[in-house]
């Protein structure tokens, strides 16, 4: 999978999405749950959007990428903003000793682009110890009946710099998809490049994610769906998941 591309034209694709669904989730669940927050960790961080809205709040701000291209669009983004970004390349499967943060997120179905049922559970496992304790653990995945809806799905929309189009098939493993991204981006010299990619996803049913976490350690909070505090249904598209590491130390 290349971020090559697609992290220059991630911002465009995402122009609709609104970024304060997730920070008033995160608002919401620290103020019923009494979370006192100084340092997130956002895993997953793409081109910063969510670490710049965090940063407003007074948050301390750390984020994790696996796509240096999107760091690099993070970091100018921030920097531009007069905040100074604490970003670091790598595997959120894979992740270093990097402190210990009141709050870690992973968001935007970023969780979703492990497809490989160890890595998940890798992820929860370093997330608890990276968690002070009495710290949360928030993030959102597509349920299964969007990664299913997903299946034959075409997106497309054209701009004078760069148009796209992204078509959606179901993947090899259960509950997974596959995204395949054509975009047309105007050049200096006048003329239109093609450039392609491919993206997965994978998604499991919650009862498997609430196992998971459980084994990790965490104390589930809560699971909702679509940015509301309502229980998931079938129709549900985003499940939301709020675990809280109660060990001492």
């Given at each position: ?10 911002d465009?694709?995402m ?7 997730w920070l ?11 979370v006192n ?15 710049l809205l ?5 948050w ?9 291209e ?6 100018s ?5 007069g905040v100074?970004p ?11 000793p990097?402190?210990l ?5 992973i ?5 979703n682009?492990?497809?490989d049922?160890?890595a998940v559970k ?6 608890y ?15 299964p009946a ?6 034959g ?5 054209a ?11 179901a993947?090899?493993?259960?509950l997974?998809?596959?995204?395949e991204l ?27 994610y609430?196992?998971?976490?459980e ?6 909070v ?9 229980q998931?249904?079938d ?6 998941f ?8």
């Open positions: 999978m290349s971020y090559e591309h697609f992290s220059s034209y991630y465009l694709l122009e609709h999405v609104e970024y304060e669904e008033r989730y995160m608002e919401r669940i620290f103020l019923e749950h009494n927050v100084d340092h997130v960790l956002d895993l997953g961080c793409g081109t910063g959007e969510l670490l965090m940063d407003q709040k007074g301390q701000v750390t984020g994790v990428d696996l796509s240096e999107m760091l690099s669009i993070a970091q983004k921030l920097q531009m903003a100074t604490q970003l670091y390349q790598g595997d959120m499967s894979e992740l270093p990097l402190g943060f009141d709050v870690i997120t968001f935007c179905d970023s969780l682009y492990l497809d049922e160890e890798r992820t929860f496992a370093s997330c110890k990276q968690l002070k304790p009495g710290g949360m653990l928030l993030f959102d995945v597509h349920s969007k990664i299913k809806a997903f299946d799905a075409v997106f497309a929309d701009s004078k710099d760069v148009s796209y189009i992204w078509t959606s098939f993947g090899e493993k259960p997974s998809i596959e995204h054509t975009f047309f981006a105007l050049t200096k010299n006048g003329y239109y490049e093609r450039v392609e990619e491919l993206h997965k996803e994978r998604t499991f049913e919650s009862g498997i609430k196992s998971w976490l084994d990790a350690g965490f104390s589930l809560e699971i909702t769906a679509d940015f509301l505090t309502k998931p249904t129709e549900s598209e985003r499940l939301f709020a675990c809280r590491k109660i060990d001492a130390g």
